[in-house]
């Protein structure tokens, strides 16, 4: 499974575990790197102490390449930016800002940029801020969602007709066959939050992902539109927003859904598995994933439907 991607990272398997917050700390990212993929520190929950922590822990858990994500909405990112440099990080994935604010800095620093995207015209962007590579995020994807809310299948073959450098898809991917699907479509590889969420390495909640282990298709929506969009397992809390959504508009709402989220709901949702008024993020193909396994057997798995859907096609048309 050579790519741009397992050249770019110095791994094996073009397979990313996404940064997530509360769920993705040093274990999941080193048993991902162990396991041949690139893991990813969630720096977006951590203050620079317990980033440093988790990066250090993950130094000592895997001799393998692994990166950190820095969500650019939080006003902590330059604090998390640094902390990572000063303890010799080399592979940044920014999201959820302008590529551009952040490039220039890393890549003077030697590290590998790549930022996430959710269209085609920001994809473009992110090639001329000078990144290495680009997640090309679709409308599946649990967690921060594009306000455009372009799928998976249409976002990867329009980014691949605009911009030639390594493109890693994202968004509802959980198994070999769609790892392939993803490749057929342009992409050079693979990041996965969600399958990894349900991996007894993430720190997510026992209580969250036993209740994921009963989704249905359509046990997930995209919430939140009118501040920061995002993809939630409904619940209590999610109720509650749709009905200040459908209450309210304009300021007013933005003012009653930031007062509603609150402080600690994705804390307390994902991390302390309180399941009714706690924000539990996660993408739509978690009503797929019907077990808890280890990271290693995840990749295993993957990498055995793959072949299996290689073996398969093409099929005659
Ligand atoms: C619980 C959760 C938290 C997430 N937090 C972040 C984050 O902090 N930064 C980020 O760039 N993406 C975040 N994401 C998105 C993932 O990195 C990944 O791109 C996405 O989950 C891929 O789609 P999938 O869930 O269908 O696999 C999060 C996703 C989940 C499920």
Redesign the pocket.
């Known amino acids: 499974m050579n790519s741009s991607i397992t050249k770019l990272f110095n791994i094996k398997y073009p397979i990313v ?8 700390g040093a274990k999941l990212a080193a048993a991902v790197s162990n396991a041949g993929g690139l893991g ?1 520190v ?4 951590m203050n620079p102490d317990v980033l440093k922590e988790h990066i250090l822990k993950t130094k000592s858990l895997t001799d393998k390449a692994f990166g950190v ?3 650019l909405l939080y006003s902590g990112a330059e604090e998390q930016i640094n902390c990572a440099i000063d303890l010799g990080v080399k592979i940044f ?4 800002g302008s590529p551009k604010k952040f490039t220039d800095y890393l890549k003077k620093k030697g590290a590998v940029v790549v930022h ?1 995207t959710s269209s085609p015209e920001l994809a473009v962007k992110c090639l001329e801020a000078g990144v290495d590579a680009i ?1 090309a ?2 409308y ?5 969602n594009g306000r455009e809310e372009i799928t998976t299948m249409t976002l990867i073959p329009q980014v691949r007709e605009r911009i030639s450098i390594p493109i890693i898809a ?5 198994t070999g066959s769609a790892i392939a699907a993803a490749f057929a479509l342009g992409a050079d590889g693979v ?7 349900m991996t007894k390495e993430s720190s ?1 909640h026992e209580n969250f992902k036993n209740l994921a282990l009963q989704a249905l298709p359509h046990s997930t929506q995209i919430m939140m539109r009118s501040t920061v969009p995002v ?1 939630l397992f409904n619940n209590q809390f999610s109720s509650d927003i749709k009905k200040i959504e459908e209450t309210y508009t304009g300021e007013e709402l933005k003012k009653k859904l930031i007062e509603h989220l609150g402080k600690f709901r994705a804390m307390n949702g ?1 991390h302390k598995g309180e399941l009714e008024q706690g924000e ?7 009503s797929l994933i019907k077990n808890i396994p280890t990271v290693a057997e995840v990749m295993k798995e993957l990498i055995s439907d793959y072949q299996k859907t290689l073996s398969r096609l093409p099929v005659k048309l």
């Open positions: 575990q996404g940064g997530m917050i509360w769920v993705s990813i969630g720096a977006g929950s994500n820095v969500p994935f920014t999201s959820a996430v997640v995020e679709g599946e994807a649990g967690g921060h994202a968004g509802g991917i959980a990041q996965m939050g969600t399958r990894f969420l997510a993809r994902m539990l993020e996660i993408g739509q193909i978690i």
